[in-house]
């Protein structure tokens, strides 16, 4: 199969489980930061951590990143699918994702998360953090890499 088709088809299916989470009334499903899914905030000159615990079995469909970084998995063991395929990571590991990356991540364990961004701004305010790190959607990322040539 053709990459381009595959990377389409991949895609296609993230951004439809998605929506459908998004849309769905379900208690068990976390729309946005929630304690479901507690995070961690760090700042150092230039760098801005995020640090996530996942309880075994959740999901998380995450946005899709602007810049290249690095995550790194300090315990637990996560499936992570790609448009390669599934991945299975046991931590401690680190990877270094590339821009227009969007994860599905499914702890199979008890896991912590970390990544490790760019922050040249000290930038504090979590909200503008998201907005300058990442998109939503594939289509938001496409129009983003069109204005920052």
């Given at each position: 199969m053709n990459n381009a088709l595959a990377n389409k088809e991949f895609i296609n299916k993230v951004e439809d489980l998605q929506e459908s989470m998004l849309n769905s009334n379900s208690e068990l499903i976390a729309k946005g930061n929630s304690d479901m899914f507690p995070l961690?905030?760090?700042?150092?000159?230039?760098i801005y951590v995020r640090?996530?615990?996942m309880q075994a079995g959740g999901l998380v469909i995450g946005k899709v990143h602007k810049n290249d970084h690095i995550w790194f998995l300090l315990s637990g063991e996560l499936e992570i699918a790609t448009e390669n395929g599934p991945e299975l990571f046991v931590g401690p590991c680190y990877v270094k994702s590339l821009a227009g990356t969007k994860r599905v991540l499914h702890a199979i364990s008890d896991s912590i998360f970390v990544n490790v961004?760019?922050?040249?701004?000290n930038i504090t305010d979590i909200e503008e953090l998201e907005n300058n790190l990442t998109c939503t959607y594939y289509s938001n990322y496409e129009k983003y890499k069109l204005l920052n040539k």
């Open positions: 961690k905030h760090t700042f150092a000159e230039g640090e996530m615990f961004f760019p922050n040249h701004n």
